[in-house]
């Protein structure tokens, strides 16, 4: 085919090159380049207007000789191709990556088993010395095993043949949610605090339970518990995220939320906090388990409380240690006049949480402190009636019980409280609320009007000596059933020595057979059914009345009775 000769580009044209300009024009991407030159030269041809031109301007744009670029137009008519032809390589294959997951990913090893099949296979070959087999193809070398690991499989699938799932999910990319107005979302979810704290003498980790608003990162509600928290801690919070007010914790930070995202915990998914939020139309949503970055919010605020709070604190387990032992993750165990009480820590917990929502600039809200972000949203809040709070937000076992002159009777205890003394009939129908586990008090109300008489207190309750003699005599008897159980394993766990080579070990402990004797003497004096004699006291003649069953027959030999013959 011949080609037309175009004259010199115009520079003013924009389609050649400018002869007298210094700065070269930008190079594309050599792939990308070529073969979105070769399809528009293929074009051009195709309708007779290819010229040397066209293929210069190519060359220069791409960085290619001329020659290059009419090789790739050759091969692009003959070969059908407009890329690079693709070099045969080794690949992974499905039974490669099962044997790398087998191994944890231990390239080495799997090489090392690859070549043990293929010297198997190759004596094999040689016993047989079948004329016209084919010898068996070598294993790639552990250099080109690494190379194709590293081109067929991406870090998050390198990373979870050794780490598996939860190693794999840290190369995932995760979009983050559009951004809503105040109250139209809401995360919960449990914080177990790295914080040694002393309650009652002993050392705890507290839990805190909070709310927060996905919109403005402004915290709703919180509860903080010595303990693992359960359905009690969420509606607490959950009270003091609906409730809002000007001499409140949270100020005007609250009202009635448009959802509330949540994960799959039990407590979470309870018919309790379900009812609580369903008598105000609140749906819950809840999340996959163990997908925190589905309520990235909650899970947020989670690390900057411990980075930005716990981490300074007295009593901080995840401070970095100078100890060289294995698995060492605490600084050293804080001495327990070191460490802050339980209500010092609550009080410190609330005053960050206000200075969370108060003072704390957000890069995600523009510079602004959570607080500025909620009250410069005009979206209207919808708040609730507080005593509606204490009837919704407490559980009820759908009683109706009598109120009687000794009280209110609850799980088989009486409850009075100083509003019953001439403001209550003996007799009236109630129905009591508490919180989960809250046994120490109750709240009544009218079983008929729904109306709230009243907070009621556990009647004859047990004093704080009396609570502390209790626990102590329970904790002796945990220490010396643990001493128990560790004495009887230490008996009869058998030892054995070690061994250097593939035989069955021996049994360690010498015992003679006197021993074994006064062993199994003793174990006989101690067993009730040894020491049982039944034939002691002959059994009396049963009554007249019993049905006695009857006894057997005798027979004349083994052939059939004669009874069976008449």
């Given at each position: 085919m011949t080609h037309r000769s175009i004259p010199p580009e115009n520079p003013a044209s924009g389609i050649g090159l400018d002869a007298g300009s210094e700065t070269p024009p930008p190079v594309v991407p050599r792939l990308l380049g070529r073969q979105q030159a070769v399809t528009r030269l293929l074009a051009l041809d195709e309708r007779g207007e290819l010229t040397t031109g066209h293929a210069r301007?190519?060359?220069?744009?791409?960085?290619?000789?001329?020659?290059?670029?009419?090789?790739?137009?050759?091969?692009?008519?003959?070969?059908?191709?407009?890329?690079?032809?693709?070099?045969?390589?080794?690949?992974?294959?499905?039974?490669?990556?099962?044997?790398?997951?087998?191994?944890?990913?231990?390239?080495?090893?799997?090489?090392?088993?690859?070549?043990?099949?293929?010297?198997?296979?190759?004596?094999?070959?040689v016993l047989e010395a079948a004329e016209g087999s084919e010898v068996p193809a070598p294993p790639p070398s552990l250099a080109t095993?690494?190379?194709?690991?590293?081109?067929?499989?991406?870090?998050?699938?390198?990373?979870?043949?050794?780490?598996?799932?939860?190693?794999?999910?840290?190369?995932?990319?995760?979009?983050?949610?559009?951004?809503?107005?105040?109250?139209?979302?809401?995360?919960?979810?449990?914080?177990?605090?790295?914080?040694?704290?002393?309650?009652?003498?002993?050392?705890?980790?507290?839990?805190?339970?909070?709310?927060?608003?996905?919109?403005?990162?402004?915290?709703?509600?919180?509860?903080?518990?010595?303990?693992?928290?359960?359905?009690?801690?969420?509606?607490?919070?959950?009270?003091?995220?609906?409730?809002?007010?000007?001499?409140?914790?949270?100020?005007?930070?609250?009202?009635?939320?448009?959802?509330?995202?949540?994960?799959?915990?039990?407590?979470?998914?309870?018919?309790?906090?379900?009812?609580?939020?369903?008598a105000f139309a609140v749906p819950i949503q809840d999340l996959p388990a163990y997908r925190p970055e589905l309520k990235g919010t909650v899970e947020n605020l989670n690390r900057c409380a411990q980075r930005m709070f716990f981490a300074a604190?007295?009593?901080?387990?995840?401070?970095?240690?100078?100890?060289?032992?294995?698995?060492?993750?605490?600084?050293?165990?804080?001495?327990?006049?070191?460490?802050?009480?339980?209500?010092?820590?609550?009080?410190?917990?609330?005053?960050?949480?206000?200075?969370?929502?108060?003072?704390?600039?957000?890069?995600?809200?523009?510079?602004?402190?959570?607080?500025?972000?909620?009250?410069?949203?005009?979206?209207?809040?919808?708040?609730?009636?507080?005593?509606?709070?204490?009837?919704?937000?407490?559980?009820?076992?759908?009683?109706?019980?009598?109120?009687?002159?000794?009280?209110?009777?609850?799980?088989?205890?009486?409850?009075?409280?100083?509003?019953?003394?001439?403001?209550?009939?003996?007799?009236?129908?109630?129905?009591?609320?508490?919180?989960?586990?809250?046994?120490?008090?109750?709240?009544?109300?009218?079983a008929v009007t729904g109306k709230h008489l009243g907070t009621a207190h556990l009647a004859d309750a047990a004093t704080d000596e009396q609570r502390r003699a209790l626990r102590r005599s329970k904790d002796a008897e945990k220490r010396r059933l643990a001493r128990a159980l560790a004495q009887a394993s230490r008996r009869t766990r058998p030892k054995y020595a070690a061994v250097t080579r593939a035989e069955q070990p021996k049994r360690l402990g010498a015992l003679t057979s006197a021993e074994a004797d006064q062993a199994l003497t003793a174990a006989h004096l101690t067993d009730a059914a040894e020491l049982a004699l039944p034939d002691l006291i002959p059994p009396t003649t049963a009554p007249s009345h019993w049905r006695t069953p009857a006894a057997p027959r005798p027979t004349d030999g083994p052939g059939p009775r004669k009874e069976e013959h008449q």
């Open positions: 301007l190519v060359a220069s744009s791409t960085a290619v000789s001329l020659r290059t670029v009419w090789r790739w137009l050759e091969a692009a008519r003959h070969q059908g191709r407009s890329s690079p032809r693709e070099r045969e390589r080794f690949t992974i294959t499905p039974e490669l990556h099962a044997r790398l997951t087998r191994w944890c990913g231990n390239a080495a090893a799997v090489h090392r088993e690859l070549l043990a099949e293929h010297a198997q296979a190759l004596a094999e070959h095993l690494h190379r194709a690991i590293r081109l067929d499989l991406n870090p998050g699938q390198r990373a979870a043949l050794a780490g598996g799932e939860r190693a794999r999910r840290r190369h995932d990319v995760h979009l983050r949610r559009p951004r809503q107005w105040r109250n139209a979302c809401w995360e919960a979810d449990h914080k177990h605090i790295p914080v040694e704290v002393l309650l009652d003498s002993q050392r705890v980790f507290p839990w805190v339970t909070w709310f927060i608003d996905c919109a403005t990162k402004a915290i709703t509600g919180a509860a903080i518990t010595p303990h693992q928290p359960s359905r009690d801690a969420i509606l607490a919070a959950l009270r003091m995220a609906l409730q809002r007010g000007e001499n409140d914790a949270f100020g005007p930070i609250g009202g009635l939320p448009g959802l509330v995202r949540i994960d799959r915990g039990s407590d979470f998914l309870s018919h309790t906090v379900a009812q609580a939020l369903g604190l007295p009593g901080y387990t995840h401070a970095p240690t100078a100890s060289v032992r294995p698995g060492t993750t605490r600084g050293g165990r804080v001495p327990a006049g070191e460490l802050m009480q339980f209500p010092t820590f609550v009080e410190q917990l609330m005053e960050w949480i206000t200075w969370w929502n108060t003072e704390h600039f957000s890069q995600a809200l523009g510079g602004r402190t959570p607080l500025e972000a909620w009250q410069q949203d005009p979206t209207p809040i919808h708040d609730v009636d507080r005593s509606l709070l204490w009837a919704f937000t407490l559980e009820d076992d759908g009683r109706i019980r009598t109120l009687t002159t000794s009280g209110v009777r609850f799980n088989n205890r009486y409850y009075v409280g100083e509003w019953m003394t001439g403001g209550a009939d003996a007799g009236t129908k109630v129905r009591v609320r508490c919180l989960p586990h809250h046994d120490h008090e109750i709240e009544v109300f009218d």
